[in-house]
């Protein structure tokens, strides 16, 4: 496994955390990151003679190393040790890519790592020093064309009482997402050990207290469940027989049997194996209006009663709905993209990103399913098919889209069937339109979501559709219809009045 290779076929399953314990010399501990005491796995010959034998933690075969605790011998033949960054070129994040054959799947440096020393280690002083941002900055300098430079490579530092000074856990997988320090959730994750009872619940939290979700753009997340090994724990009662959960994106949309238990959400919610008595989750029906999709939670071989796992992508009233929802007084009628609006840049393309329903892929836990394109450069409009292995490109009409052209320098994209792309609940009184707000810490009508709904090519640079509009439309009055009033145009988003029960 090596970044930038195609990933054609592998037998690796899907690796939600990765935890790597090692021991750094308290003497010699600046760019720690750098030094060759992190564990990572050997591949050929000697992998395979080295199979099993120290590898990895019987009961945790998630870490990497031999041991939680580092100090055991981990085996001569299985693993070797190296930088953080070396380890980053051999345990890789898969990036799905579209190519003319269909989509392709390529290896990436993983972005979103943690840092977990005991107190007096190398980060227990990491905001004071600027630590996170000195292991950000070098990696991403080592690592640049790897990962994806909206992004950049996130660094978490954290202390756990728990472990010795001269002990640091790394954490990486598809499970560990690193919010910005300051940074707001815009969801939330609530377990209801009683789900009669709605006043009390537990939520995630990583070891510094900060809410470990959800934030914007997080499409996964690994939390443990009591064993203290991670970076965010949760309660769920004393007889939890697994060392974590998993929350993911599901590529695989709902059955038809569980369409009325999840809206656009396609997440899936897994336990760590635990020799067949983890807890076994199953989709129920949302309760809360507020809830995009909720899991009932039976705790295998246990006296402990079933609880319930519910999440909410986004909990501002700004939030863009699949269905309408009570308080929902708009309709998302199209998109409209008029180039005047970018003189100073040359556009090159534009998209939009849209999930099974031909409803806008607004959050990271939806799967998007085509993306609707305009080339300005040569006047194209085509629909790409994500998960094709073949013939990708397809007209708007054959997928229920359709794209015109109003004039030289305007487009509107739209539905066949003239149903919305979504729904939203505008305020009474007017607020400020928010397009851009990373740490979510301006008071408005926050339409930041459209960062995961499309993008905009300039040449080399592509920005996203909430950071394309902020200069020009941020700050733009929005309120509710006024009687009479039958459009609104806020940045590219064309809106009409709803009414419940009414048809579109």
Known sequence: MTLGNPVRFSDESDRPVIMIPARVDLRDSQAFWRRKVFAMPKSGLFAWLGGGRGGKDEDFPWIVGGKSSPGGRSGLFGISRGS???????????????????????????????????????????????????????????????????????????????????????????????????????????????????????????????????????????????????????????????????????????????????????????????????????????????????????????????????????????????????????????????????????????????????????????VPRVSLVWDCTTGEQYVYEWGQTGKPFKSPGSVGLKCRKIDKNIVEFGRADGQPFGYLDLPEEPEKAIFSDAFQSFGGYHLDWLDQCGRISFGDAVVSLGEAYAEKCSGMPVSAFSPGEKRKVIGPLVLAPFERGQSQ
């Open 84 to 366: 953080v960054d070396e380890v980053l070129y051999n345990i890789t994040d898969k990036l799905v890519i579209g190519t003319g054959n269909g989509s392709e799947i390529v290896e990436v440096a993983f972005q979103h790592l943690a840092f977990v020393s005991g107190p007096g280690g190398v980060c227990d002083t990491a905001s004071e020093t600027g630590l996170e941002q000195r292991i950000s900055e070098s990696l991403g300098s080592t690592l640049k064309g790897y990962f994806d430079p909206t992004v950049g490579v996130r660094v978490d530092c954290m202390v756990n009482p728990a472990l010795p000074a001269n002990q640091v856990n790394m954490y990486l997988g598809e499970g560990i997402f690193v919010p910005r320090r300051g940074e707001r959730p815009i969801g939330w994750i609530r377990y209801y050990p009683d789900p009669a009872n709605r006043d009390v619940y537990s939520e995630p939290r990583l070891l510094d207290g900060r809410p470990a979700g959800l934030y914007k753009g997080q499409d996964g997340l690994v939390i443990g469940t009591g064993d203290g090994l991670l970076h965010a724990e949760i309660d769920l009662g004393e007889e939890v027989q697994s060392a974590f959960l998993f929350i993911n994106r599901d590529a695989m949309p709902a059955a038809n049997g569980e369409a009325a238990y999840c809206t656009g959400v396609d997440a899936n919610l897994s336990f760590a194996s635990s020799h067949g008595n983890e807890p076994v989750p199953s989709r129920v029906v949302s309760r809360d209006s507020h809830c995009d999709i909720a899991w009932k939670i039976d705790f295998v071989a246990t006296a402990q009663v079933p609880g319930r796992l519910e999440l909410s992508v986004d909990a501002r009233r700004s939030r863009m709905h699949w269905a309408p929802r009570n308080g929902c007084n708009a309709a998302i009628t199209s998109l409209l993209f008029d180039l005047n609006d970018f003189r100073h840049h040359d556009v090159d393309r534009l998209w939009i990103d849209l999930d099974r329903d031909n409803i806008l892929a607004a959050y990271a836990l939806q």
